[in-house]
């Protein structure tokens, strides 16, 4: 590859950012609160518009629900687009209500497995709204310790109502997941395969 195709890529290059970076975070263990960070999505997205003036490559930013709930989504997405950048993903929490100790999608009871459906299907209007046509989901699905319950449940139980919660998805819309096995230590991610998306 030549230097001016590579320089060519490097200017298409688009990062997006999460809204939860610009405001007060930490590890797993503790937020650590700075002067001066962002309190509100209307302030993350300031905040947000002002890195990609800098940068010029982060042209959306990500937005983390119920973190970033407002009561009016056209009006975000008309001032996100006043400070020249745009809504990206819509990431539903699945992972910060304490029922989804065991799981959100994949947890062994129904009603709790109700309950992370609902909030996707939230987050997918939410994204109608504003714009976007990316879900993007987080699972930290999965046990502490062996034996808090079986990966059998959980996987038959979430394969059947993740099939029949597709229907939600409008086919403009794309949904990525990720899972991450490290904040489970003892087991493996109960995320089902197959099925759309």
Request: net charge negative; glycine share 8%; proline share 8%.
């Given at each position: 590859?030549?230097?001016?195709?590579?320089?060519?890529?490097?200017?298409?290059?688009?990062?997006?950012?999460?809204?939860?970076?610009?405001?007060?975070?930490?590890?797993?263990?503790?937020?650590?609160?700075?002067?001066?960070?962002?309190?509100?999505?209307?302030?993350?997205?300031?905040?947000?518009?002002?890195?990609?003036?800098?940068?010029?490559?982060?042209?959306?930013?990500?937005?983390?629900?119920?973190?970033?709930?407002?009561?009016?989504?056209?009006?975000?997405?008309?001032?996100?687009?006043?400070?020249?950048?745009?809504?990206?993903?819509?990431?539903?929490?699945?992972f910060g209500d304490d029922a989804y100790r065991l799981g959100s999608?994949?947890?062994?009871?129904?009603?709790?497995?109700?309950?992370?459906?609902?909030?996707?299907?939230?987050?997918?209007?939410?994204?109608?709204?504003?714009?976007?046509?990316?879900?993007?989901?987080?699972?930290?699905?999965?046990?502490?310790?062996?034996?808090?319950?079986?990966c059998a449940t959980g996987m038959y139980g979430s394969r059947q109502?993740?099939?029949?919660?597709?229907?939600?998805?409008?086919?403009?819309?794309?949904?990525?997941?990720?899972?991450?096995?490290?904040?489970?230590?003892?087991?493996?991610?109960?995320?089902?395969?197959?099925?759309?998306?």
């Open positions: 590859m030549t230097e001016a195709a590579t320089l060519e890529r490097l200017a298409a290059l688009e990062i997006e950012t999460p809204s939860w970076g610009y405001g007060n975070s930490g590890t797993r263990f503790h937020v650590f609160p700075w002067p001066g960070a962002a309190r509100t999505v209307w302030e993350r997205i300031d905040d947000a518009a002002l890195v990609h003036r800098l940068t010029g490559c982060c042209p959306s930013v990500a937005l983390h629900i119920p973190w970033d709930q407002v009561d009016d989504w056209p009006a975000l997405s008309d001032y996100t687009s006043g400070q020249g950048v745009r809504i990206g993903a819509i990431n539903p929490n699945l999608l994949c947890h062994p009871e129904k009603r709790v497995r109700k309950q992370a459906l609902d909030h996707c299907r939230e987050c997918v209007e939410i994204a109608q709204q504003v714009g976007s046509t990316i879900i993007s989901l987080w699972l930290a699905d999965g046990t502490n310790y062996p034996g808090q319950t079986t109502d993740w099939m029949s919660s597709t229907a939600c998805f409008p086919p403009t819309c794309a949904c990525s997941s990720s899972t991450s096995s490290s904040n489970r230590a003892s087991t493996a991610p109960t995320f089902p395969t197959g099925g759309r998306p």
